[in-house]
């Protein structure tokens, strides 16, 4: 099982980004991938989360109306679209597999390194 996370990087206040994760190793549509972030010397924070099949999705308050996330099982890819990026969005992302989206991860990646200044 692998996730391996891309497309962090410096963007400025208003700006976007989208993340992706790739999947291999196993069925990406028989799981729920979650997002979550951890900046230096902050808890780590759950972003969103898409289940499985019927692709039902949960974002944090945090978030809403600016994330999106969504899948494309056929590339094995979950994607969050950042739009409207806020400094207190600079974070660590990472991508997870879950069963269900109120579960715990079993596997995650490596993280992603999101940056949002001027």
């Known amino acids: 099982v692998q996730l391996v996370e891309s497309g962090g990087g410096l963007v400025q206040p208003g700006g976007s980004l989208r993340l992706s994760c790739l999947a291999s190793?196993?069925?990406?549509?028989?799981?729920?991938i979650a997002w979550f972030r951890q900046a230096p010397g902050k808890e780590r924070e759950g972003v969103s989360c898409i289940n499985r099949r019927v692709s039902n999705t949960d974002y944090a308050d945090s978030v809403k109306g600016r994330f999106t996330v969504s899948r494309d099982n056929a590339k094995n890819t979950v994607y969050l679209q950042m739009n409207n990026l806020k400094p207190e969005d600079t974070a660590v992302y990472y991508c997870?597999?879950?069963?269900?989206?109120?579960?715990?991860?079993?596997?995650r990646g490596q993280g992603t390194q999101v940056t949002v200044s001027s």
């Open positions: 997870a597999r879950k069963i269900f989206c109120d579960w715990n991860y079993d596997y």
């Open positions: 190793g196993f069925t990406l549509d028989n799981y729920a």
